[in-house]
């Protein structure tokens, strides 16, 4: 529940600004000059505004678009991604924004217009597909009945031949595209834990069965849809539960109508990890096995190798070679 609401200067006027104020009632509106006044100041609480985030309203100045890291995408040469939002609903404990961000506040940028240009001159640059990724710094789906961040950019995407849009998420928010007719260069990929991994370290996050349902609602009304496994998560029963997790999704969807599994294992920035050990120092998963090279917390190599080998010969028994696609170089642990 939001009960206060910043507004930078700048955008006060701005169509999109009161399309969203007034989706909520008897909040304070409070103006600032920057977002960066009320989210970057050091010394903040981020586990005491988790339980109470303030929404944010502001304008993205550059950087509208950035090139995915090493090793992240789903089989396209060009890859980018965008985030119209910081932040996430959710309260993972593996979520590298947690680390990252001295804020829990929500900060919805209102310039979609600024995106989609960026969108379309990428595009242009490039003969073949060219990937957008949405959901790297919050989660695509989420907030949409606030943001309206998916209907806007469902057209878009439709117009723009060889751009293709990734809209992750562990939401259950597809009212927004089950209206909509479905979009040949969208793909709807939800991210899954075992449901006991979920349930310890997935806080707010709807079941599994809630999202497998989503996602067979979503095929059945022609929308492309992925199944993301990053992280993959540790646990004494990690064998078990990835088993029974890749047959409760399996099982229930078209696996046809797949376009993409992508596998993942945990690993963050350093600093990123340090920063989110101090939120939760008692946190269990934060002291499992875990090593630090270049930089990079992740679990020990040897452990890491054996949780992406099991699980990429497990997928074996259910979708193609061709649309399974492990993240070996990148940091992960997304909001969603």
Known sequence: MVNVIYIEREVLAHPRVFEITGRFSGCAEVVCDRYTEIFNPKSQSFRLQKRNPALILALKQCGFVSQTPEGHGVGGEHNFYFSHMMNCLYDCRYCFLQGMYRSAHFV???NYEDFEDAIRGQAQTHAGP?????????????????????????????????????????STQIRCLTGLPASDNIVVAFSFTPEPISNAFEHKVPSVAKRVEAMRELQKRGWRAGSRFDPMV???????????????????????????????AFRMPKTFYQNLVKHYPEEPLLAGPLGKTAGVISYTPGLERDIMAYCQDLLTRYVPDNVVHPYLLSCHGSAS
């Open 234 to 264: 540790h646990h004494p029963e990690f064998e078990a539960q990835y088993e029974e997790l890749f047959s409760q999704i399996f099982s229930r969807i078209d696996l046809s109508a797949i376009h993409s599994v992508t596998l993942g």
């Open 108 to 110: 919805v940028f209102v």
């Open 130 to 170: 060219v990937w957008f990724f949405s959901g790297y710094d919050c989660d695509s789906l989420a907030y949409e009945p606030v943001t309206g961040f998916a209907k806007h950019f469902n057209p878009v995407f439709a117009e723009v031949e060889n751009a293709w849009l990734e809209l992750r998420t562990k």
